[in-house]
């Protein structure tokens, strides 16, 4: 009887010591399931090209809430195979699989496997942490039971859908879909199912971005799994398996098409509405052409590509990379190709199989690649695949018209902008060569030297100072001193020459430095600053002559801005990216034809809204000038066009800048090219010859369905007969003569303005 005493002394005292345990560590304070019930689903925000058609989604912090609308019934399913068989017949725990799991726990003296059912992953994923604890495990199981009693079945499988992490930034299935395939889970098929099932249990493991061969194995168990469910036939598993999955997912986690596009858009819109905005619903218009967009990419990356293989500087094979990793690497390209082919100028892994003849595995195909592929590293043939490679290097290959060639990832950027003229909007947008390799759009942020770009501008203070096209400058050696510590400068022709008596024309035509400087001298520094400003360039300009090399900074996007006043006939150019922002419940909250959008967005200049910048006639001659920048000039690539364009090279210091910015009556386009960290781009690596095949390439395709136009000459435009030599008089003579454009009451006193002939010749223009 003694001993009977104790034990139930001890049994008492060991129920109340585990009730008060029970009670301060499992069920004091445990979350209230109230909430689940509750849960509003996304209001999604997405935004759209000009063609309705949408090309990026602003998921809050990467998860889309659904409550199970538009959820297909196989991809719920497909979770239930590979995650909790039994999900709907046990109560929110399932003993046999936490023996099971507590069995191996116990033998790797660790936690090596799950248990949960999908009831205890929502628990963790709503109310509790994810720490390993038993405490946290019992307070686990506790609330399982509390949401099987309060929750259907049905609502707890929506919850944990809508959470459940699928890697690469995604939050539930839907997420999960926009990441990986740029669709809604509503379009998936069975093969893109399977594999966001068997994310499940390792995202990052099973990630396809990270290992394909494990995603597939994964695919494959989850499908497996369907057919011992009789979700599926056998048939069809095999056939889902075999089909290609259409990745659209890169290594930054993105649920955007055109990245650089939608980050500005967001900016845009966070600075009008507040952050908060995106939660409501809102569905952002843009005038982005996706057409010209993908042109305008495509132009970008094969125009800094082909730089560097122009420069010739190889980094050299990859080398000592695992057979395990080899695997990895062929097994997602080659799912790639599978679907989408070989994308021109787009960068490919390749095996070194063999070095005499150069031959590499694709995938499983082998291709072998003559001396042309590779000339590129060393224009003198000194340059050997059989010195310089070894079998079972990797070898990146750019696909070009060509075919296939030796490449790199490009280190050089690249930026273009192009504008419709006429509706005041962006077309198209490229802040960067490759956004998973960095995130930072230099179209609105890069601050660059402008190089010659900034000529037009300084040309254009000219001639409202009362300069014409026909005045004499002489190019000749000058020296300048600002001050008397100051170090003497000799400034000279990028051809180190001089060419004596210029006109403006030239001067701007074949960008002379030493003839820009003599203008911006004796016009003044102080005017020339004044005038400059009145473009709102937003530039950083320097207060001595080095202001007509360029040596200012400024935004790509300003500069190009800028230059669209020209084209305007000296009319302010407020280019809006944003069309319209409609928000669910509200309606249409705001229009870029209404007016509505903030005084500075993208540049906007609030003072000079509806006023002439300049007068339409300095606009016009200096689009004239231009125009043999491209016929005659440093433009010259732009001829290729076939149609009336002009435009402006630019070069800064050491080449580490390279510009041009062209236009015709309708369409505007400026590009960039550069380091980020200021590197000189090479030799000879002009704004001709880096930026303008650029420039060429889009417009081939922005100009394709507009028809051929010419500037209209403006009133108050003449056209007067001037020798064709500059400093001799006029003679008459056809041979020995050339009409040029003036202001009216400019033309030089032996110069006449042609009467009948004048304006035969502005209708010939």
Same mark, same amino acid.
């Given at each position: 009887?003694?001993?009977?005493?104790?034990?139930?002394?001890?049994?008492?005292?060991?129920?109340?010591?585990?009730?008060?345990?029970?009670?301060?560590?499992?069920?004091?304070?445990?979350?209230?399931?109230?909430?689940?019930?509750?849960?509003?689903?996304?209001?999604?925000?997405?935004?759209?090209?000009?063609?309705?058609?949408?090309?990026?989604?602003?998921?809050?912090?990467?998860?889309?809430?659904?409550?199970?609308?538009?959820?297909?019934?196989?991809?719920?399913?497909?979770?239930?195979?590979?995650?909790?068989?039994?999900?709907?017949?046990?109560?929110?725990?399932?003993?046999?699989?936490?023996?099971?799991?507590?069995?191996?726990?116990?033998?790797?003296?660790?936690?090596?496997?799950?248990?949960?059912?999908?009831?205890?992953?929502?628990?963790?994923?709503?109310?509790?942490?994810?720490?390993?604890?038993?405490?946290?495990?019992?307070?686990?199981?506790?609330?399982?039971?509390?949401?099987?009693?309060?929750?259907?079945?049905?609502?707890?499988?929506?919850?944990?859908?809508?959470?459940?992490?699928?890697?690469?930034?995604?939050?539930?299935?839907?997420?999960?879909?926009?990441?990986?395939?740029?669709?809604?889970?509503?379009?998936?098929?069975?093969?893109?199912?399977?594999?966001?099932?068997?994310?499940?249990?390792?995202?990052?493991?099973?990630?396809?971005?990270?290992?394909?061969?494990?995603?597939?194995?994964?695919?494959?168990?989850?499908?497996?799994?369907?057919?011992?469910?009789?979700?599926?036939?056998?048939?069809?598993?095999?056939?889902?398996?075999?089909?290609?999955?259409?990745?659209?997912?890169?290594?930054?986690?993105?649920?955007?098409?055109?990245?650089?596009?939608?980050?500005?858009?967001?900016?845009?819109?966070?600075?009008?509405?507040? %952050?908060?905005?995106?939660?409501?619903?809102?569905?952002?218009?843009?005038?982005?052409?996706?057409?010209?967009?993908?042109?305008?990419?495509?132009?970008?990356?094969?125009?800094?590509?082909?730089?560097?293989?122009?420069?010739?500087?190889?980094?050299?094979?990859?080398?000592?990379?695992?057979?395990?990793?080899?695997?990895?690497?062929?097994?997602?390209?080659?799912?790639?190709?599978?679907?989408?082919?070989?994308?021109?100028?787009?960068?490919?892994?390749?095996?070194?199989?063999?070095?005499?003849?150069?031959?590499?595995?694709?995938?499983?195909?082998?291709?072998?690649?003559?001396?042309?592929?590779?000339?590129?590293?060393?224009?003198?043939?000194?340059?050997?695949?059989?010195?310089?490679?070894?079998?079972?290097?990797?070898?990146?290959?750019?696909?070009?018209?060509?075919?296939?060639?030796?490449?790199?990832?490009?280190?050089?950027?690249?930026?273009?902008?192009?504008?419709?003229?006429?509706?005041?909007?962006?077309?198209?947008?490229?802040?960067?060569?490759?956004?998973?390799?960095?995130?930072?759009?230099?179209?609105?942020?890069?601050?660059?030297?402008?190089?010659?770009?900034?000529?037009?501008?300084?040309?254009?203070?000219?001639?409202?100072?009362?300069?014409?096209?026909?005045?004499?400058?002489?190019?000749?050696?000058?020296?300048?001193?600002?001050?008397?510590? %100051?170090?003497?400068?000799?400034?000279?022709?990028?051809?180190?020459?001089?060419?004596?008596?210029?006109?403006?024309?030239?001067?701007?035509?074949?960008?002379?430095?030493?003839?820009?400087?003599?203008?911006?001298?004796?016009?003044?520094?102080?005017?020339?600053?004044?005038?400059?400003?009145?473009?709102?360039?937003?530039?950083?300009?320097?207060?001595?002559?080095?202001?007509?090399?360029?040596?200012?900074?400024?935004?790509?996007?300003?500069?190009?801005?800028?230059?669209?006043?020209?084209?305007?006939?000296?009319?302010?150019?407020?280019?809006?990216?944003?069309?319209?922002?409609?928000?669910?419940?509200?309606?249409?909250?705001?229009?870029?034809?209404?007016?509505?959008?903030?005084?500075?967005?993208?540049?906007?200049?609030?003072?000079?809204?509806?006023?002439?910048?300049?007068?339409?006639?300095?606009?016009?001659?200096?689009?004239?000038?231009?125009?043999?920048?491209?016929?005659?000039?440093?433009?010259?690539?732009?001829?290729?066009?076939?149609?009336?364009?002009?435009?402006?090279?630019?070069?800064?210091?050491?080449?580490?800048?390279?510009?041009?910015?062209?236009?015709?009556?309708?369409?505007?386009?400026?590009?960039?090219?550069?380091?980020?960290?200021?590197?000189?781009?090479?030799?000879?690596?002009?704004?001709?010859?880096?930026?303008?095949?650029?420039?060429?390439?889009?417009?081939?395709?922005?100009?394709?369905?507009?028809?051929?136009?010419?500037?209209?000459?403006?009133?108050?435009?003449?056209?007067?007969?001037?020798?064709?030599?500059?400093?001799?008089?006029?003679?008459?003579?056809?041979?020995?003569?050339?009409?040029?454009?003036?202001?009216?009451?400019?033309?030089?006193?032996?110069?006449?303005?042609?009467?009948?002939?004048?304006?035969?010749?502005?209708?010939?223009?």
């Amino acid at each position: 009887m003694r001993w009977l005493k104790i034990i139930l002394i001890i049994a008492v005292a060991t129920s109340v010591l585990g009730g008060a345990w029970s009670y301060l560590f499992v069920f004091r304070g445990l979350p209230s399931i109230q909430e689940l019930r509750n849960i509003e689903p996304t209001k999604l925000s997405k935004v759209t090209a000009a063609d309705g058609t949408t090309i990026g989604y602003f998921p809050p912090e990467g998860m889309v809430i659904m409550n199970g609308h538009n959820i297909p019934i196989t991809l719920k399913q497909a979770f239930i195979s590979a995650e909790d068989s039994t999900f709907y017949d046990h109560v929110g725990l399932e003993p046999r699989r936490i023996v099971s799991a507590l069995i191996a726990d116990i033998r790797a003296n660790s936690y090596v496997q799950g248990a949960s059912t999908i009831t205890q992953q929502v628990v963790r994923s709503y109310l509790l942490s994810r720490e390993k604890t038993i405490t946290r495990k019992f307070r686990e199981i506790v609330l399982a039971l509390r949401i099987e009693k309060a929750l259907t079945k049905e609502q707890i499988l929506n919850l944990y859908l809508d959470r459940i992490y699928l890697g690469s930034g995604a939050y539930g299935v839907q997420a999960g879909a926009l990441r990986y395939f740029g669709k809604e889970c509503r379009e998936l098929e069975l093969s893109e199912m399977a594999l966001l099932a068997g994310l499940a249990p390792a995202p990052t493991r099973y990630s396809p971005l990270n290992d394909f061969t494990a995603a597939k194995r994964r695919q494959w168990y989850v499908l497996g799994r369907m057919i011992s469910e009789g979700y599926i036939t056998e048939t069809e598993a095999q056939e889902a398996y075999k089909e290609p999955l259409r990745i659209i997912a890169k290594d930054v986690a993105l649920f955007s098409e055109y990245p650089y596009v939608t980050d500005y858009v967001k900016t845009l819109a966070t600075e009008r509405f507040g %952050e908060g905005i995106f939660s409501t619903g809102i569905d952002i218009r843009t005038t982005i052409i996706p057409e010209l967009q993908r042109a305008a990419m495509l132009a970008v990356r094969k125009g800094v590509i082909e730089l560097e293989m122009r420069q010739g500087k190889y980094r050299g094979p990859v080398r000592n990379v695992s057979v395990t990793e080899k695997e990895r690497v062929f097994a997602y390209q080659s799912n790639q190709l599978a679907w989408k082919g070989y994308t021109p100028y787009e960068m490919y892994w390749g095996e070194v199989m063999k070095e005499d003849p150069l031959t590499v595995k694709l995938g499983i195909r082998r291709i072998e690649l003559g001396p042309a592929s590779y000339s590129w590293i060393n224009p003198k043939g000194k340059w050997k695949p059989s010195k310089a490679l070894r079998r079972g290097d990797l070898l990146q290959l750019c696909y070009t018209p060509r075919g296939f060639e030796v490449s790199q990832q490009p280190l050089v950027q690249g930026v273009l902008a192009a504008f419709d003229l006429g509706k005041s909007s962006v077309m198209a947008m490229v802040g960067g060569v490759d956004y998973t390799q960095s995130q930072f759009n230099r179209v609105v942020y890069a601050k660059r030297q402008s190089g010659s770009a900034i000529k037009p501008f300084i040309y254009a203070a000219a001639i409202d100072k009362g300069m014409t096209p026909a005045t004499i400058i002489f190019d000749a050696p000058i020296t300048y001193k600002a001050g008397a510590d %100051e170090e003497m400068w000799r400034p000279k022709n990028f051809e180190n020459k001089f060419y004596g008596a210029t006109t403006l024309r030239t001067g701007l035509v074949l960008s002379r430095n030493v003839v820009t400087i003599k203008i911006l001298n004796e016009i003044g520094l102080d005017y020339a600053i004044t005038y400059l400003k009145r473009f709102d360039l937003q530039s950083t300009l320097p207060r001595d002559l080095s202001l007509a090399l360029g040596s200012g900074v400024l935004t790509p996007f300003n500069l190009f801005r800028g230059y669209a006043t020209f084209a305007l006939y000296g009319s302010p150019f407020h280019p809006h990216l944003m069309e319209s922002v409609v928000q669910g419940g509200k309606g249409t909250i705001f229009r870029a034809s209404t007016g509505t959008a903030p005084p500075q967005e993208e540049g906007q200049v609030a003072d000079t809204a509806g006023q002439q910048i300049i007068s339409a006639q300095t606009a016009f001659i200096i689009t004239n000038i231009l125009k043999d920048v491209v016929q005659e000039g440093t433009g010259w690539r732009a001829k290729a066009l076939m149609r009336p364009v002009a435009g402006k090279t630019g070069t800064s210091d050491e080449s580490r800048d390279a510009w041009f910015v062209g236009y015709t009556p309708d369409v505007l386009c400026g590009v960039w090219v550069g380091h980020d960290d200021m590197k000189p781009l090479g030799n000879n690596e002009t704004g001709g010859k880096a930026a303008c095949p650029i420039f060429v390439d889009f417009m081939t395709s922005a100009l394709r369905s507009r028809p051929v136009s010419d500037f209209q000459v403006p009133e108050g435009v003449v056209f007067a007969k001037v020798d064709s030599k500059p400093g001799a008089g006029t003679t008459g003579e056809a041979g020995d003569a050339r009409f040029e454009i003036f202001k009216e009451g400019s033309v030089p006193p032996q110069e006449k303005p042609g009467g009948d002939e004048d304006q035969l010749l502005k209708e010939v223009y």
